[in-house]
């Protein structure tokens, strides 16, 4: 089976939860399995399947969440106003403590012959709990969709009255003053007629909208943080700090990867110290954990030290960068800096001596498509979507706020910075224009 093929099969909600209840089964009944298997045996095998399982759980527990999760999108937009299902996300997520609880549980009951009533209990709390968890977040999400929601994006202001039935935006400038209740149909008045009357704001919702509708679609920082919208729909670069979340999960899932070689590696170095017969299999093989290592590693390492907010600075000299590790870049190497929609990247000119990225794993990907497209040339470097260094670009995400230091690089290096107009840029020259960005 091929990675891909692998990856969509894991994608299946219930292949993905199957392995999930199979995992923890294992985990309940190996460390009490025979004793004839040797202590050391099964902390090996649990080892094991805690590596292999926790990717799994979490991947499953993200999907049982995403059904979960207030608020909700409703295609590009941010859902502000919703029947309360708040009973349901509670009911749901006690199904699934007591669905994992119990599987552990009735594992370990197998392995130690347990009895038949207890076995009994176990299983019907598991055969009760598992049902609920995996239904109910989708049942409840969708008896509250059929009060209707109120969803807010650039585009303007978007009303469903049913399931299924979405409707065009409604621009800003054509919503009428939006009244203080904390029911969004007696909010908004006539044009959301047949709105479930249950269908209330989110905390400071009906506030930001009122706002909106009065002066124009500008969230703060504060209302990004509160209703939780895009970061770039806001003109207030506060709104662009990065997640505590995002980060701790990145290092979550690098920490999970790192392991997995590790143990990877020590089962092929024991195959080959107990000089089996296929003792050179492992010999073929021990570089994959080996590379994996070399390139994990130093990420993990990057990421514990990441100071996004300190990407780069401004000297006399250059552009000084610190996120990329590169150090000075001397005006005159520099071409120009492009800022779109916040994503910044510095160009510099073909003739000059080309970056290199720390990344081990990036160089090897670079290398990979060379050869592949046949030309060193033809691979597409790193534009300002893409935070992979290129030979000649260096990337910053939003989060960075590199797009402050542009202008200050366009005052002092005499450097050309491009510069679209960005969506507010253009609704304060055009009212009238295109609201997506």
């Known amino acids: 089976m091929s990675p891909r093929t692998a990856m969509g099969c894991l994608s299946i909600p219930p292949v993905r939860g199957g392995l999930s209840v199979l995992f923890l089964l294992i985990l309940g009944s190996v460390p009490f399995g025979d004793g004839d298997q040797g202590v050391g045996f099964r902390i090996a095998v649990t080892l094991v399947m805690l590596i292999l399982g926790s990717i799994i759980w979490a991947s499953t527990v993200i999907g049982?969440?995403?059904?979960?999760?207030?608020?909700?999108?409703?295609?590009?937009?941010?859902?502000?106003?919703?029947?309360?299902?708040?009973?349901?996300?509670?009911?749901?997520?006690?199904?699934?403590?007591?669905t994992v609880i119990g599987l552990i549980a009735f594992g370990i009951c197998v392995s130690l012959d347990a009895p038949g009533g207890v076995l009994a209990a176990v299983m019907l709390t598991v055969l009760i709990a598992l049902p609920t968890a995996t239904a109910l977040p989708w049942l409840s999400r969708r008896y509250a969709d059929g009060a209707g929601v109120v969803a807010v994006s650039p585009s303007g202001l978007t009303i469903t009255r049913g399931h299924g039935e979405i409707r065009d935006p409604l621009p800003w400038e054509g919503i009428a003053p939006v009244r203080e209740a904390q029911c969004a149909a007696e909010s908004l008045g006539r044009p959301v007629d047949g709105l479930?009357?249950?269908?209330?704001?989110?905390?400071?919702?009906?506030?930001?909208?009122?706002?909106?509708a009065e002066e124009g679609f500008a969230p703060t920082a504060a209302e990004v943080h509160a209703l939780r919208?895009?970061?770039?729909?806001?003109?207030?670069?506060?709104?662009?700090?990065?997640?505590?979340?995002?980060?701790?999960?990145?290092?979550?899932?690098?920490?999970?990867?790192?392991?997995?070689?590790?143990?990877?590696?020590?089962?092929?170095?024991?195959?080959?110290?107990?000089?089996?017969?296929?003792?050179?299999?492992?010999?073929?093989?021990?570089?994959?954990?080996?590379?994996?290592?070399?390139?994990?590693a130093p990420r993990l390492m990057r990421l514990l030290r990441a100071d996004e907010s300190r990407s780069a600075t401004i000297t006399s000299q250059g552009w000084f960068d610190i996120?990329?590790?590169?150090?000075?870049?001397?005006?005159?190497?520099?071409?120009?800096?492009?800022?779109?929609?916040?994503?910044?990247?510095?160009i510099t000119w073909p003739d000059v001596a080309p970056f290199?990225?720390?990344?081990?794993?990036?160089?090897?990907?670079?290398?990979?498509?060379?050869?592949?497209?046949?030309?060193?040339?033809?691979?597409?470097?790193?534009?300002?979507?893409?935070?992979?260094?290129?030979?000649?670009?260096?990337?910053?995400?939003?989060?960075?706020?590199?797009?402050?230091?542009?202008?200050?690089?366009?005052?002092?290096?005499?450097?050309?910075?491009?510069?679209?107009?960005?969506?507010?840029?253009?609704?304060?020259?055009?009212?009238?224009?295109?609201?997506?960005p």
């Open 323 to 346: 996120l990329h590790g590169q150090g000075l870049v001397p005006w005159e190497s520099i071409e120009r800096i492009e800022v779109l929609e916040r994503h910044t990247v510095v």
């Open 356 to 436: 290199r990225d720390q990344d081990l794993g990036n160089r090897l990907n670079r290398r990979l498509e060379a050869t592949r497209i046949g030309s060193a040339g033809a691979v597409p470097s790193a534009g300002p979507l893409v935070r992979e260094v290129g030979p000649h670009t260096l990337p910053y995400g939003p989060e960075t706020r590199a797009f402050e230091l542009a202008a200050e690089a366009e005052e002092v290096g005499g450097i050309d910075v491009r510069r679209p107009p960005t969506f507010f840029e253009q609704q304060a020259r055009w009212p009238g224009a295109d609201p997506r």
């Open 196 to 212: 479930g009357a249950r269908v209330r704001w989110r905390p400071g919702a009906q506030q930001a909208v009122a706002r909106w």
């Open 229 to 296: 919208l895009e970061a770039n729909w806001s003109p207030d670069p506060e709104a662009l700090a990065p997640s505590r979340s995002g980060r701790w999960i990145g290092i979550a899932s690098r920490v999970w990867a790192l392991s997995a070689c590790i143990l990877l590696l020590i089962g092929i170095l024991a195959v080959i110290a107990q000089g089996s017969d296929s003792w050179w299999i492992g010999l073929l093989l021990v570089w994959a954990p080996v590379l994996g290592i070399a390139i994990l």
């Open 64 to 98: 049982f969440h995403r059904d979960l999760r207030e608020p909700r999108r409703l295609g590009e937009a941010v859902i502000v106003a919703n029947r309360s299902r708040r009973l349901a996300i509670i009911v749901s997520w006690i199904a699934l403590g007591s």
